[in-house]
């Protein structure tokens, strides 16, 4: 493995490199499991009819223990109405997500086609990359060495020319 910070070669994995000192993680353990966009879809959709639900009782129970009744206080429609509201806001986001749902299949074969964004995958990405050449090592040049003095304080010329 190389470092990704100074790109010294022959790098164990999940230890610091020996060169300058970054972590070097186990990227192929980092991987997660992939969520597909269906599953994040369902999981969206289920919520939402729950909301939905929810919230088209809740306004109808207001509206039936309150509805025409003369000591009834403002803040009770009010609340009523932003529940009502908040289940026609539900059904329309219902509704985008049946489309989107729709979308995808389409979406997915146009990025298998020949120029189409198609997924990246990193095994595949790793046997194309050669292994290392520990022969063709190219030592630090004398710059990286003559960098250190950059933190140095040296002394300030003066600016004033002399006449």
């Not at 060169?19 to 939402?48: I, S, Y």
């Not at 790793?126 to 002394?155: G, H, M, W």
Request: charged share 25%; net charge positive.
């Amino acid at each position: 493995m190389y470092c990704p910070n100074c790109g010294g070669a022959d790098q164990n994995v999940d230890s610091f490199c020996r060169t300058c000192g970054n972590f070097l993680p186990d990227f192929d353990a980092l991987q997660k499991k992939k969520t597909t966009p269906q599953q994040h879809l369902t999981a969206n959709t289920v919520l939402t009819v729950m909301t939905a639900a929810v919230s088209a009782t809740l306004a109808i129970m207001l509206y039936a223990t309150f509805l025409g009744k003369d000591d009834t206080p403002f803040l009770i429609y009010i609340t009523a109405g932003f529940l009502t509201a908040m289940f026609f806001w539900q059904v329309q986001v219902i509704w985008r997500s049946v489309l989107l749902r729709k979308a995808l299949p389409e979406r997915r074969d146009a990025a298998k086609e020949p120029g189409g964004m198609g997924e990246f995958r990193a095994p595949e990405a790793n046997k194309l990359l050669s292994e290392a050449d520990a022969d063709a090592f190219i030592p630090p040049s004398v710059t990286d060495e003559t960098t250190r003095r950059l933190a140095e304080k040296l002394p300030r010329r003066s600016t004033k020319t002399k006449n």
